[in-house]
């Protein structure tokens, strides 16, 4: 006879039905994703892989699929409720450390070793990087990603702004969302509906001779987080319940290829197709792949991914993408005397140093290691650092325009002359 609970016994229902998320535990194919992504963008802006770019997209979807997991594991366990300012001082530990070194490393270097035109430049973004709003100053500025980027050294941070103004929204949506009988459906609607709105956007507003406001646009790269947080909900990792893991194995290796192929044609800004539809599709595919590494992780691709190296990178990924621009532009091949893969070679060894110190002494012990880095003390702690931050860029001086650099705008209004060369300004 089959014992049965009498309803009376039976554990209340709780309030807020969020089942347990794939993302909500160590899935190692994902760190080794993040490194693939991270070395793609570094060759991107080496000149040696035209379509690396698109690993600033990957970062997005595993950003967004990542942190919507923990929200919602938090909304399970604490019916429905989110605790926001909870969330935000783990996501400040967990970022703005690392910025702040580079930062001020970068500007004291720039002020010892760097041409004037970055210094001036850096000095003018500061104040936007410092706010989050990065993106949107070269925006407003008219800062070109494809044409004029290699003339700002903060110019690689458009895509730590966009983030981290994701982690300030999202997580109120989500806590939103999340509560009641039916959470889990709500963000997994939330997301659907936003990334929707997202590509509209980015279609409707792409401009064919300049992308970089839909590039750059946080709204019009929401899809790509959206999309990894769809990934993230109970709701998407049913539908991969009712395939094996075997059958999951073989699609992630299908979505790692046709990615593959699309990084290798793709090129930027000479990609109309990538701002009506492209990006999203890239973005789509991608979300899939991390849904199906969550479901089987132990496949052939996964345990390719998950390999002692690639992982590496994916856990230096975050210091790797701060420090190699800045590099990259210092660093320059009039600077070094080197060209081509000699240079390329110098400069990655030189970004993977920084970004190992900067994950061995910044990151993981601020992030593991220091209670104080917690709570108001932490709070102050972070405070203090920003106004360091702002009185060293008012204390270090704009550079000046050099001796012999030429006005143009005389050039072109002197009137020509018979007598020969025109006489020095206040002569009679």
């Not at 052939?300 to 975050?318: D, E, K, N, V």
């Amino acid at each position: 006879m089959t014992a049965q609970t009498s309803p009376s016994h039976r554990r209340p229902r709780s309030r807020t039905t969020v089942p347990p998320s794939p993302a909500g535990r160590h899935i190692a194919p994902l760190n080794g994703l993040r490194g693939l992504a991270v070395l793609g963008v570094l060759f991107f802006h080496a000149g040696h892989f035209s379509g690396g770019f698109l690993g600033v997209d990957l970062f997005f979807v595993l950003s967004g699929f990542l942190i919507t997991g923990l929200l919602l594991r938090e909304a399970q366990a604490h019916n429905g409720r989110i605790d926001l300012l909870g969330f935000w001082g783990r996501r400040a530990r967990r970022l703005l450390p690392a910025l702040a070194v580079m930062i001020a490393g970068t500007l004291l270097l720039l002020w010892a070793f760097g041409p004037p035109s970055l210094l001036r430049h850096a000095l003018d973004d500061t104040p936007w990087v410092l706010a989050n709003l990065t993106n949107w100053h070269f925006i407003a500025d008219q800062v070109g990603y494809w044409q004029a980027g290699d003339t700002r050294v903060f110019g690689h941070l458009w895509s730590i702004a966009v983030e981290e103004q994701f982690y300030l929204l999202w997580p109120l949506v989500t806590g939103l969302a999340a509560r009641g009988r039916y959470g889990d459906r709500c963000v997994a609607a939330a997301a659907v509906t936003g990334a929707a709105l997202s590509l509209i956007v980015m279609i409707a507003l792409t401009d064919p001779v300049d992308t970089t406001r839909v590039y750059e646009g946080t709204d019009t790269r929401a899809f790509s987080l959206l999309l990894g947080a769809l990934m993230a909900t109970a709701t998407a990792s049913r539908l991969l319940d009712h395939i094996s893991e075997r059958t999951a194995g073989w699609w992630a290796l299908v979505l790692a290829c046709g990615i593959g192929a699309y990084w290798i044609t793709a090129d930027g800004q000479n990609s109309p197709s990538l701002f009506h539809g492209g990006l999203f599709l890239h973005a789509l595919a991608a979300a899939l792949l991390i849904a199906c590494l969550a479901r089987a992780p132990h496949t052939p691709l996964g345990q390719i991914l998950g390999t002692p190296a690639l992982r590496w990178f994916g856990l230096i990924s975050y210091s790797l993408y701060l420090w190699h621009w800045p590099i990259y532009l210092i660093l320059s091949e009039e600077r070094l005397g080197l060209a081509g893969w000699d240079r390329t070679a110098v400069i990655l060894s030189a970004s993977i140093a920084a970004a190992a110190v900067s994950k061995r002494l910044v990151e993981d012990p601020i992030r593991f290691r220091s209670p104080w880095a917690q709570g108001r003390t932490g709070a102050a702690a972070l405070l203090a650092t920003f106004t360091a931050l702002a009185a060293l860029w008012a204390l270090i001086p704009e550079p000046r325009t050099g001796a012999g650099t030429v006005d143009i705008t005389r050039l072109v209004s002197a009137p020509p002359t018979e007598a020969g060369p025109r006489p020095p300004s206040g002569a009679p």
